[in-house]
């Protein structure tokens, strides 16, 4: 392992990534930042939200399995054990919390941008469908609130 002063970078950050990774893969990953990096911060959102956060999430998942892709959020524990697995020490965890529901004009966008990407992707059609289905129940539901935001800092072991 690389020592303090071999480090090439103070923080490495995982913002919104690592579920698009093999879990299988993770470990090895954050170990290979381990030596250039001191601090790693994860940031992801929970796999759990409100239960049109949870429709939505789902198809996107195995939309994205369906084609070999990763969409795999995990629950904050597992974020820990993962750090603390790999030689980190945590530092701190905080969780974000959304207080506003995201609007159905802005999803929309969001959406029908997925859309045309999962037909360039060949992604079935029958998610395409429910992708459509569900921004329909958006609308009906005035938006949809996010699920939290995991923030967690880890530090290497000394």
């Given amino acids: 392992m690389a020592t303090t002063s071999q480090r090439i970078l103070e923080y490495n950050s995982f913002y919104f990534t690592l579920h698009e990774i093999d879990p299988l893969k993770h470990c090895d990953i954050l170990k ?11 940031v992801e959102l929970s796999p759990i939200g409100e ?4 429709k939505f999430a789902q198809i996107w998942r195995e939309a994205m399995h369906s084609i ?3 969409e795999d959020y995990k629950p904050l524990d597992y974020r ?6 790999c030689g980190f020490t945590i530092i701190k965890v905080k969780t974000v919390k959304w207080n506003v529901r995201a609007l159905y004009i802005i999803l929309k966008g969001l959406i029908n941008r ?5 037909k360039k992707v060949k992604v079935n059609e029958k998610y395409l469908k429910e992708l459509s289905k569900i921004l329909s129940d958006i609308e009906k539901e005035c938006g949809m609130l996010w699920s939290d935001i995991y923030i967690i800092l880890g530090e290497i072991k000394r």
């Avoid at 997925?114 to 999962?118: L, N, R």
């Fill in 80 to 85: 820990i054990d993962l750090l603390t697995r």
């Fill in 68 to 70: 070999g892709r990763f």
């Fill in 114 to 118: 997925t859309y045309d990407k999962w």
């Fill in 32 to 42: 290979a930042v381990r030596n250039i990096t001191q601090y790693v911060v994860i």
């Fill in 51 to 54: 239960s049109l956060y949870n």
